[in-house]
T-cell receptor, first 120, second 111 residues
Framework: GAGVSQSPRYKVAKRGQDVALRCDPISGHVSLFWYQQALGQGPEFLTYFQNEAQLDKSGLPSDRFFAERPEGSVSTLKIQRTQQEDSAVYLC??????????????????FGEGSWLTVV | GIQVEQSPPDLILQEGANSTLRCNFS?????LQWFHQNPWGQLINLFY???GTKQNGRLSATTVATERYSLLYISSSQTTDSGVYFC?????????????FGKGTLLTVNP
């Protein structure tokens, strides 16, 4: 597709359950990001990939959170033993990482629609 | 880390009105982007504007990097402009990919 695609769009998990959230970035985009957005707040950075390399995972809130992008395209964010405080929207974004034709800079990032996680 | 303050927090307009949204940031930046989050949660990139002025239709943005603020102008507002507008920045000297978002401005445009 033309945009960033995320699945599932909605997920209800029982506390303690493991979840996996998938992100399919825009084709050809080198950089991929995961953000977490709590209700009424702005998104917060979780982690960053350049191709398959995870260059920054400083925003992951605990060792229950794990992200991968093994072939440099699709990425998965996994949350183990979910807790109620994990309830949020998880947003994936990608960027070209080089100057594009419009001159807007390779840092322009494009977000998916998000995966809404509710832990009960 | 860098602080981002957006104002006003809420704004209600009648269709056709103009508005200015402000973003102040606490440090010099090498990346600044404006986003619109629609009522369904989709974040749409409006501008990549670490400095200077850009226009796209009814929207324009200006960043005065030396004074650490950016403005988003919406002219002739339409009901479809409703949603939350976010400013996001990355501090110079740090990782230019790691955006810090403000809390947003909730815009409601009434018909």
């Amino acid at each position: 597709g033309a945009g960033v695609s995320q699945s599932p769009r909605y997920k209800v998990a029982k506390r303690g359950q493991d979840v996996a959230l998938r992100c399919d970035p825009i084709s050809g985009h080198v950089s991929l990001f995961w953000y977490q957005q709590a209700l009424g707040q702005g998104p917060e950075f979780l982690t960053y990939f350049q191709n398959e390399a995870q260059l920054d995972k400083s925003g992951l809130p605990s060792d229950r959170f794990f992200a991968e992008r093994p072939e440099g395209s699709v990425s998965t964010l996994k949350i183990q033993r979910t807790q109620q405080e994990d309830s949020a929207v998880y947003l994936c974004a990608s960027s070209l990482n080089r100057r594009d034709r419009q001159g807007s800079g390779g840092n322009t990032i494009y977000f998916g629609e998000g995966s809404w996680l509710t832990v009960v | 880390g860098i602080q981002v303050e957006q104002s006003p927090p809420d704004l209600i307009l009648q269709e056709g009105a103009n508005s200015t949204l402000r973003c102040n940031f606490s440090d010099s930046v090498n990346n600044l982007q404006w986003f619109h989050q629609n009522p369904w949660g989709q974040l749409i990139n409006l501008f990549y504007i670490p400095s200077g002025t850009k226009q796209n239709g009814r929207l324009s943005a200006t960043t005065v990097a030396t004074e650490r603020y950016s403005l988003l102008y919406i002219s002739s507002s339409q009901t479809t402009d409703s949603g939350v507008y976010f400013c996001a920045v990355a501090a110079s000297g740090g990782s230019n990919y790691k955006l810090t978002f403000g809390k947003g401005t909730l815009l409601t445009v009434n018909p």
